[in-house]
Nanobody
Framework: HVQLVESGGGSVQTGGSLTLSCAAS????????MGWFRQAPGKDREGVAS???????PYADSVKGRFTISRPNNGTTLYLQMNNLRPEDPATYYC?????????????????WGQGTPVAVSS
């Protein structure tokens, strides 16, 4: 069983930055891929970015060039650096993990999820 705990959410002004963290514990040794997803009220959950054991690091088109996912030393902590936050970015951001090898931003590929951390952007 894997536990994922997100932190780092908050409120920033348009153009500001936040760094989200996700700490994995439990049977985290087997986690090969991890990802960030977000869900705004009334909208479907959206894949933001993912990192796995291959060279591909997929991002949603809406965040390319602004967000960066990282997992230092392939460890148990996942980060999402969010720069130039826009009014369309507010949502609850979720961390997800799975034993699959390759990165994907398809939510159905993941079987472990955190509780989420909220991000708000004010103008």
């Amino acid at each position: 069983h894997v536990q994922l705990v997100e932190s780092g959410g908050g409120s920033v002004q348009t153009g500001g930055s936040l760094t989200l963290s996700c700490a994995a514990s439990g049977e985290s040794f087997y986690l090969q891929r991890m990802g960030w997803f977000r869900q705004a009220p009334g909208k479907d959950r959206e894949g933001v970015a993912s990192i796995g054991q291959g060279s591909t690091t997929p991002y949603a088109d809406s965040v390319k060039g602004r967000f960066t996912i990282s997992r230092p030393n392939n460890g148990t902590t996942l980060y999402l650096q969010m720069n130039n936050l826009r009014p369309e970015d507010p949502a609850t951001y979720y961390c997800a993990a799975d034993t699959g090898l390759f990165a994907t931003i398809l939510a159905s590929a993941y079987d472990s999820w955190g509780q989420g951390t909220p991000v708000a952007v004010s103008s």
